[in-house]
């Protein structure tokens, strides 16, 4: 089963982060790249630009409304993503908290529907 | 002019016979399997432009085994400490195979499938395997059928074999006492390929049709080496029976028709003939198992032209069969349906709600969605209605969640 993780982060948070942890947790992100790639476990995922680049895009009547920002304004916000392939929802989560993310803010853990279907 | 298709096809039949010949010089299974592979995609690029050598095994085994020579070479002159304990093939063995080389191809696909569903495997390498190494795919093909990068298709591939050689399996049949749980596990793969391309919806069909064309190719041959094995020709049979529903199982817009409102002029009558001359045969033995007894079921459905003729009676009693062969909650669920068909949906809702404390179904979309159905048969509208939503919350498949939505939409307006 497909799962995409959703890693939350703050701004707060990575502006008070000692140098020498933020060496340790950008070593923690390349092994578990590591691990979930040699796995077989990993198809996709990105780390997404700073928030200050979203753009939220609302069709209104017809028109297309752009604003600066993500659609919901919080302190946390959507900083990246993992698509991974699992065996079993307790083995997402488990890679999951193995996510730095996880520890400061949080990781969101999302099935993804299969494209297909049994006969009903 | 010999066609790529053509090439194509020939090439997947000769893979396990190439490797099978090659192992059995004593390569190591993972080097071998990739020398295999190097030369199927040598002939790929070759033989449509150049034509068909006249011993097509025996051309493929000399490739694999200069690729094997040559990377050994390159081995040892780049680490000529190390290069004596690595354990490949003598050169001279392989270098002038006889033009016969190929030996006892009936063999060998029947040892592969053994290597490649080694229990030491996850499933999904097994699975990788499975089509590489028997079906001759490249790891390419394998990706995109199973809609995952490449990358990560080759490292389940290398991850396996790598289990494969700690493991120690060789290249010889399991002991006989291991071999009825070793084919079990064959048989599971082979379902599971036939699956995945099967229960894809239209849309990126294309790609996974060939998974099911695969699946059946595999069975097919696997018959032919354990003719005796009854269900073996079972899951044939099934997957025959099955897959002659394809076109009839989807709208034009890739949505799920259920089994009692599709066109039956479309279903695959050479298909279904097969299938029904395969069950007959193998209902006739002593001892039958759950995929004889699920082709069975396929059998009695092919048989009705119209949903309404169904023999819902032998359905029925079939089920019964299976839930004693392979007990599990889905079997009932699906006895359930057939049942209430029989006796009336009350019998039918008696035996759902019998089930709703079994912790295996909890969460389970079908529980709510027979339950749906049956309430819809009973007159509950609102009920069924509450039931299809339940439903289309609890699946994961995005095409079943739209049927169950549309029915629950349709009661809706009623």
């Keep these: 089963m497909k799962y995409l993780l959703l890693i939350y982060s703050s701004p707060a948070n990575w502006a008070v982060l000692p140098r020498t942890e933020l060496d340790g947790l950008l070593g923690e992100y390349a092994a578990f790249n590591k691990e979930v790639t040699e796995s077989g476990e990993h198809l996709d995922g990105a780390r997404l630009a700073d928030v200050s680049t979203a753009r939220t895009v609302q069709v209104r009547g017809g028109r297309a409304d752009v604003t600066d920002g993500p659609y919901i304004e919080y302190k946390e916000h959507l ?15 488990e890679l999951a908290a193995k996510i730095p993310n996880a520890r400061y803010n949080a990781v969101e853990v999302w099935p993804l529907m299969a494209a297909g279907g049994q006969d009903m | 002019v010999t066609g790529p298709l053509q090439v194509e096809g020939l090439l997947r039949e000769l893979a396990p016979q190439v ?32 034509g068909i050598p006249d011993s097509p095994a025996g051309w493929l085994i000399t490739v694999a085994a200069r690729k094997l020579v040559d990377w050994r070479r390159r081995e040892t002159a780049r680490r000529p400490k190390e290069a004596a304990a690595v354990d490949w093939v003598p050169a001279d063995d392989l270098r002038s195979p006889a033009p016969d080389a190929a030996g006892p191809a009936h063999d060998d696909s029947l040892l ?7 229990p030491a495997l996850p499933r999904p390498a097994q699975v990788a395997l499975t089509l590489r190494a028997v079906g001759g795919l490249t790891t390419a093909e394998i990706a995109r059928a199973f809609l995952v990068p490449e990358t990560t298709m080759a490292r389940r591939i290398t991850r396996g074999k790598r289990r494969i050689t700690q493991a120690g399996a060789r290249f010889t049949l399991p002991r006989a006492a291991e071999r009825p749980q070793r084919l079990a596990a064959i ?9 995945e391309g099967y229960t894809a919806s239209s849309g990126t069909a294309l790609q996974r049709r060939d998974l099911t064309v695969e699946a059946i190719r595999l069975t097919r041959a696997l018959r032919d080496q354990a003719p005796q094995e009854g269900e073996v020709a079972g899951l044939l049979a099934l997957m025959l029976l099955t897959d002659a529903r394809r076109d009839a199982r989807t709208d034009a817009r890739g949505a799920l028709v259920p089994l009692a409102e599709q066109d039956r002029s479309r279903w695959d009558y050479a298909q279904i003939a097969e299938g029904l001359s395969l069950v007959a045969a193998t209902l006739a033995e002593r001892t ?33 069969l299976l839930e004693h062969l392979d007990p599990n909650p889905v079997v009932t669920l699906n006895r359930a349906v057939a ?76």
């Excluded at chain 1, 900083?79 to 989560?93: L, P, T």
Aim: proline share 3%.
């Design chain 2, 339 to 414: 049942v209430a068909m029989v006796d009336g949906p009350q019998a039918g809702l008696a035996m759902v709600d019998a089930l709703d404390d079994d912790p295996r179904l909890a969460h389970h979309h079908r529980l709510a969605a027979v339950r749906a159905h049956l309430l819809e048969m009973t007159g509950d509208l609102p009920g069924a209605r509450a039931c299809y939503e339940q439903a289309a919350r609890a699946t994961a498949s995005a095409p079943e969640q739209d049927y169950l939505r549309t029915r629950a939409a349709r009661l809706r307006e009623r």
């Design chain 2, 288 to 320: 039958v198992g759950p995929y004889q007894v699920q082709a069975a079921i396929a059998a009695v459905h092919a048989e009705a032209t119209q949903a309404q003729d169904t023999d819902w009676l032998q359905i029925a009693g079939l089920y019964r």
């Design chain 2, 19 to 50: 490797l099978g010949a090659v192992l059995r010089r004593g390569a190591d299974f993972g080097v071998a399997e990739d020398a295999v592979q190097e030369a199927l995609l040598a002939a790929a690029v070759r033989w449509p432009e150049q």
């Design chain 2, 187 to 195: 048989l599971e793969v082979l379902y599971l390929i036939f699956n």
């Design chain 2, 112 to 118: 592969l499938l053994f290597l490649c569903c080694h």
């Design chain 1, 79 to 93: 900083a990246g993503y993992y698509i991974v392939e699992c065996e079993s929802a307790e083995r997402a989560q």
